[in-house]
């Protein structure tokens, strides 16, 4: 079998990412540039600062992720990398750096989505079969995504207000946890219990949608209520309630669309993805409702941006030959 090996690049936020793949599902090498401790003193994430990043550190994960992969530019098949969505600016850092290499040695370019890649990080656990469904839950975004096959994509669900990710973040800020929040609030909800019963927005209603700004809302008045009283609040225990109205959410809607749809597996992608009630409650409730449905979740490292996944995805777009010239342009607010 011929060695199908591509340069994978990703750059669309705070990470710097150069992956080499082979054959769509082996990862040679991943090399992963956060550039998180530069941000958290604004408590998010600055365009200009990642930008700057970026151009700092793709050359370095270039030759580090070929040099892991011991590979050279002629043994590349292809060249991949993030086109959208994202940050204007770390998109175009990658686009460029992609097409400098394409260019120079004659190397297919192929643009891929950086959404797409979130599910594709799922090929590095088991072969995709389809229909599939994916929980897509990541700082931007919060989607379900219905894919009849390899490459295509329909929005069956998505969120009215807020990502996932971003109430993660929001109520970290209230709660003095450094961005991104969270990983540490899914700790600090193993601590504790749900006592606080939050808002389930949207738990009953016959749709697919979320809503997240009603919970975050809830939970920052609760806080702000018990400062104006001099209350003392657990913290574990609003991590856990306000963990715990997330997961009953995501948990059933997605379970509802998976019984709708008849789908062979479902994927979990996206920084919460890493969520580990969030992984323990999907395990646990399709054991119990739809023990049939194969559930892959990518492995922590690979949940949240990298390049893996983007060589994942390119390695589909290759053979449906979707392939990109040297105009290719940064898309900050690309879909499906
Ligand atoms: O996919 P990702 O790395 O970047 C985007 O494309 O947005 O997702 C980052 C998001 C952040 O909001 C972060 O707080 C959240 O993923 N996140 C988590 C966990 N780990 C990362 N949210 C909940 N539980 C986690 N364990
Ligand atoms: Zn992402």
Known sequence: EKRELILAFESSCDETSVA?????????????????????????????????????QITRCTEQALAEA????????AVAVTYGPGLVGALLIGVTAAKAIAYAHHLPLVPVNHMAGHIYAARFVAPLAYPLLALLVSG?????????AAGEFEIIGDTRDDAAGEAYDKIGRVLGVP???????????????????????????????????????AFINTVHHADQIGEQLDKADLAASFQASVIEVLVTKTLKAAQKL???????????????????????????????????????????????????????????????????????????
């Open 20 to 56: 080499v793949i082979e054959n769509g599902h082996h990862i040679l090498s991943n090399i992963i540039a956060t550039q998180i401790k530069s941000h958290q003193r604004f408590g998010g994430v600055v365009p200009e600062v990642a930008s700057r990043h970026h151009v700092e």
């Open 179 to 217: 961005y991104p929040a969270g990983k540490e609030i899914d700790r600090l909800a193993h601590l504790g219990q749900d006592t606080f019963n939050f808002p389930r927005a949207m738990l009953k209603e016959p749709n697919l949608d979320f809503s997240f700004s009603g919970l975050k809302s």
């Open 70 to 77: 011991n590979v050279t530019y002629s043994d590349l098949t």
């Open 262 to 336: 008849q789908v062979k597996q479902l994927v979990v992608a996206g920084g919460v993805a890493a969520n580990q009630g969030l992984r323990e409650a999907l395990t646990s409730a399709i054991q119990a409702q739809m023990p049939e449905l194969q559930l892959i979740m990518p492995p922590l490292r690979l949940c949240g941006d990298n390049g893996a996944m983007i060589g994942a995805a390119a390695h589909i777009a290759l053979r449906k030959g979707t392939l990109a010239d040297l105009t290719l342009n940064a898309i900050p607010g690309l879909d499906f």
């Open 140 to 148: 931007g975004h919060t989607e379900l995504v219905y894919m009849p």
